[in-house]
């Protein structure tokens, strides 16, 4: 057999080590400044309707706040959404959506909030594609969560535009409402095929690898998580582990990078793909035929954070 054979202890040893040191992750939010902490800052403004920063907060937090939201057409029935963010996806991936919302009492107008996701096809997002998703609701002086999972990027949508705004349902005087703690995720998981496919990182990373033997036998790695953040691929047979994997959050200086590790024990041809899937950037490592794995530790793999 083309590989060198693994000991049972050496692979125990690592496959706990490499659990205790990952914990579980959570979804990573690929919206900027979503809780509103101090201002708008990173939201676009749309001119139908007006958005402010405001010391109210969906947790009560001192010294944070929302979105004040405020839909003034004269009209009844009509949209405002002025406050939008777009950010990337990719094609026929699954996200969800997430935010609290609170609608200020004693107005003289109703309504209720609707977040739009538009799907775009171009890095200016701009070019439409694939029908919007939209979640609506709202409480009257309650913070309430609006959500929705699932919702699945279109063929050709490279963008999605998230747009935060309110439905005036009567004509008149002017309505608002506060928008805190948006959020906008892979689904947790869905990030590829679970059998050859490792999703590390809440889904925003994902892992892959094929092997060849020296008389041309290939296949791809099979894949046993371990964590959110760890995992081990086998090749021939389910009970030995070839491939050990692990990607770790460094995104805080002096570091600022996404660092992964493999560690192998085998000496036939592996191609491992490490794939960002927010920020749409690739990562692939060799190791040759009839060589002994060497371990990889990759401190700079990806220069993608947060």
Known sequence: MHRTPPR???????????????????????????????????????????????????????????ALITNYASGGNTYAGPLLQCVPVTPGTSYDFTTKVRIAPGQARTGHAMVQILWRNNSECTGSVGNSAAISGGTVGVWAELSRAGIVAPAGATRAMIQLGLVKEEAGASFVANFDDVGFQLTPGTCGDPATTLCLHGGRFRVSMTWQTASGQNGVGHVVPLSGDS??????????????????????????????????????????????????????????????FRPLQ?????????
């Open 8 to 66: 049972a202890s050496a692979i125990t040893v690592v496959l706990v080590a490499l659990a205790l040191a990952s914990g579980a992750a959570s979804a990573q939010n690929l919206l900027i400044n979503s809780s509103f902490d101090h201002n708008l800052t990173a939201w676009q403004m749309n001119p139908d309707g007006s958005a402010s920063w405001d010391t109210l907060d969906a947790a009560g937090a001192a010294g944070s706040g929302s």
């Open 298 to 306: 990759d401190t700079r793999a990806f220069a993608t954070c947060p």
């Open 231 to 292: 995992g081990y691929f086998w090749f021939f047979d389910p009970s030995n582990a070839e491939v050990l994997t692990k990607l770790l959050d460094a995104c805080s200086p002096p570091y600022n990078h996404f660092w992964f590790f493999a560690a192998g024990m085998t000496n036939v041809r592996v191609v491992i793909t490490v794939e960002d899937l927010q920020a749409h950037v690739t990562k692939t490592y060799t190791n040759p035929q009839g060589t002994a």
